[in-house]
């Protein structure tokens, strides 16, 4: 990710949760900077059966913003269809557990349809989340609590989208 990229993301948040530039940059480069979130995905990685369909540099590009979002709002639920690998999922659960360390209680739920995927949540992030395997649409409609953070990284059809928004429109958080 570059300096500019990251300087973009960074006025994104500050922009959409009225935090200041100089927090929502440190909340952007926060994973770049951490060791052991770094350390447990290169791990996981080269342990996997799937490594050879992982990247040999983690690249978390817009999962930034994500991660950033996750510190800025402190949802005490956040929602990702379509996991893959889980790096967008190991990210998320490294989001909610620093803020679980600052008072901040939550927690993280992806959702697949490949029993396959997400293996890089293990360990002290899949203590702060975890993966509902199936279709999303059966997965949210199991949901009785308010979501505060939804990602869609699913199905990315019009109709299937629509689907999922429709499904949880009357859980999202008003904020």
């Known amino acids: 990710v570059s300096e500019l990229t990251i300087t973009y993301f960074a006025h994104a948040i500050a922009m959409v949760t009225g935090n200041s530039l100089d927090q929502a940059t440190k909340w952007v480069r ?13 791990e996981k990685q080269i342990g996997s059966e799937h490594r050879v369909l992982a990247d040999d540099e983690t690249r978390f590009g817009r999962r930034l913003v994500w991660y950033a979002m ?47 995927a997400g293996y890089l949540l293990d360990g002290v992030y899949s203590e702060h989340g975890s993966i509902a395997y199936g279709d999303s649409i059966e997965s949210l409609k199991a949901l009785d609590e308010p979501i505060d953070l939804f ?14 928004y429709e499904t949880i429109e009357n859980l999202l958080h008003d904020r």
């Open 30 to 42: 926060e994973p770049l900077e951490d060791s052991e979130l770094q350390t447990h995905i290169r």
């Open 70 to 116: 996750v510190r800025a709002t402190k949802p005490k639920l956040v929602i990702e269809t379509g996991i893959d690998k889980g790096l967008g999922s190991v990210l998320l659960c490294a989001a909610v557990r620093k803020n679980n360390s600052e008072g901040h209680p939550g927690r993280y739920l992806g959702t697949d349809i490949e029993p396959l």
């Open 151 to 164: 990602i869609n990284d699913s199905d990315h059809s019009h109709e299937y989208e629509a689907r999922e």
